[in-house]
Every structure is written in C-alpha cells, then in structure tokens.
C-alpha cells in the first residue's frame, strides 16, 4: 500500500516548476528530512547540489532532479550491498530486537532464495517463547523451506543451532538462516548467548552472513535499540523492513552512513514476495520518481 507521503510526491511539485529558485532548496531540504536522511546528510545533499547546478549554470529543475537521483545512487554505492553466500552450506544468522519483523523476514527471506532456486533450512533458535517458534514455522513453511524445531522447551539455542547446520549436511541444503533471540533488556546475557551460537556454528561451518533487522518507522531510535547487536554481533548487512513505498526511504542512507554496514533487504509490504535485494541506482530512482 502506498504512503500517505512519499518522498516522490513531495518532490513531484518542485520538478514542474518554471525554473530553480530559493523556495525549491526549502522545499528539497524539508521533504528529505521528512523522509527521515537526517540533517547532516540532508545539508550535504543539499550544498551538493547547489554546487553543482552553479557549476553547470542551469536553472531547470528536470536538470537538478537527474543530480539528485545521480547524488543518491553515488552515496548508495558507496557500500557492497552483495549477499555472500556462495558457501555450502551458507549461514546465515539473522539478528534484531523484537518487533522490528524478524520472524516474517526469515519467512521472506526464504522465499526470496528459493526463487534462485536455492534449498532452505531455518533453524529456530530463539527457544525462550514457544510462540516464536511456532510463528517461525508457519513463515518458513510459506516461505519454502524446512525448519528445525527446539527438541525441548527451553533447548539451548547452541544445540538448535548445531542440529541445524547437521541437518543442513546430511540432507545437502544449499542455505541455513538461523533465528536468534531479540530481547534485549540483559544485554551481556543476550550476547553472550549470541557469542556461544556464532562458536558452536563456526566448528561446524563458516557464517556467511550475520544481518540485523531493523524496522524503518522507528527512524534513529531502531539504530539505538540495535548498537548492542552492532557492536556484539559481528553484523555483516542490514535488513530494512515496514519501508512501505518511500515515505521513510531516507532511513536506508542515514542507517548505513552511521553504522558502515551495507543494507543488502528491503522489506516493503506484509506478503511472502515483498523483501527485495538492495540496488542502489532502482532505489535511487524509485526514491525520487
């Protein structure tokens, strides 16, 4: 469904116009912050091209449009964006607090791999609630893909985690995405947990990918809830959910300018289909169109 506001909408007004003048960078600099790119970035975007249509002595707004779209797509790229999973079997773990839609992201994210043609395993290793575990299942099943379940209740997520990558040997799964536990109110705990699972899958396979989930509406506040993850969990990409249409879209940039990570999913709408890889130059368009 798409946004009341979106970023192309806001933009849409300054790009008819007649001609480049002072109340287009108010416009430009008011619908980039309400996209959430932040000020700092914003300031840049903005001082970018003035300069740049100083530069080039144009006046046309279709002129300053392509400049935007080309200054996104060249900040966009500045990361690799490529998922690494060329390992077999190829780990991945996925990690994030609770409620940014990690569960229906792994759901996803099977999908989006078995349209590669590409076997899945996913391994429910958050055992704390047993209705994690039986969302879990419900998502990979939607998605495609088999799922190890806790023997017990309350199995350590270590032992979830081995079985799975077992599982995924004898039965020559290409891809294993292991679930995590998203609490997050006993950090040290929560990463000593993490830290135990990483070593108990490394003895038996390289981690491929560790992506944090982070919900695209809680803006600045989900990267805070996430530094505990950032800065434990060995976070290799990120995975953008709830960014419906492109009324938040400014979040991808800001996010990977503070952190240094890569956005490699984006989430955009509530079905199996909708988590997408990252492409800097189709999102920089379909930010600003």
């Known amino acids: 469904m798409a946004p009341k506001w979106s970023l192309g909408r806001a933009l849409r007004g ?9 109340n287009t960078w108010d416009d430009l600099e008011t619908a980039l912050i ?32 392509r400049m935007l779209v080309e200054s996104l797509e060249e900040r966009f ?20 607090v609770n409620g940014v839609g990690k569960t229906t992201t792994i759901g996803k994210f099977a999908a989006f ?10 391994g429910a290793a958050d055992t704390f609630r047993a209705a994690a575990v039986e969302q879990l299942a419900t998502w990979a099943e939607r998605g495609g893909a088999a799922i190890v379940r806790p023997e017990r209740e309350g199995q350590d997520p270590a032992s979830v985690a081995f079985q799975t990558i077992t599982y995924a040997k004898e ?21 000593d947990e993490l830290t135990k699972v ?11 990918e560790v992506l944090l989930v982070l919900d695209a509406t809680t803006g600045q506040n989900g990267v805070m809830q996430a530094e505990a993850f950032l800065e434990h969990a060995g976070v290799t990409g990120l995975v953008i959910t709830k960014l419906d249409g492109s009324a938040k879209g400014g979040f991808v940039l800001s996010v990977q300018e503070r952190t240094g990570i ?7 709408g509530e079905d199996i289909g909708d988590l997408t890889g990252f492409t800097p130059a189709a999102f920089a368009a379909q930010l600003v169109d």
């Open 34 to 65: 309400t996209a959430d790119f932040g000020p700092d970035i914003t300031e840049a975007i903005v001082d970018d091209l003035r300069e740049k249509v100083d530069r080039f002595r144009t006046t046309d707004p279709k002129d300053l449009k």
């Open 113 to 122: 791999l078995g349209r590669y043609g590409r076997s899945i395993v996913v």
């Open 77 to 96: 790229a500045k990361f690799d964006t490529t998922l690494k999973l060329t390992e077999r079997p190829a780990v991945v773990l996925v990690v994030g």
């Open 171 to 191: 039965t020559g799964t290409e891809i294993v995405i292991v679930d995590t536990a998203g609490r997050l109110h006993t950090k040290a705990g929560l990463m």
């Open 262 to 268: 890569p956005v490699k999913l984006l989430g955009q």
């Open 14 to 22: 300054m790009f008819v116009k007649e001609t480049i003048d002072e």
């Open 198 to 208: 990483r070593r108990v899958i490394e003895k038996q396979a390289p981690i491929s």
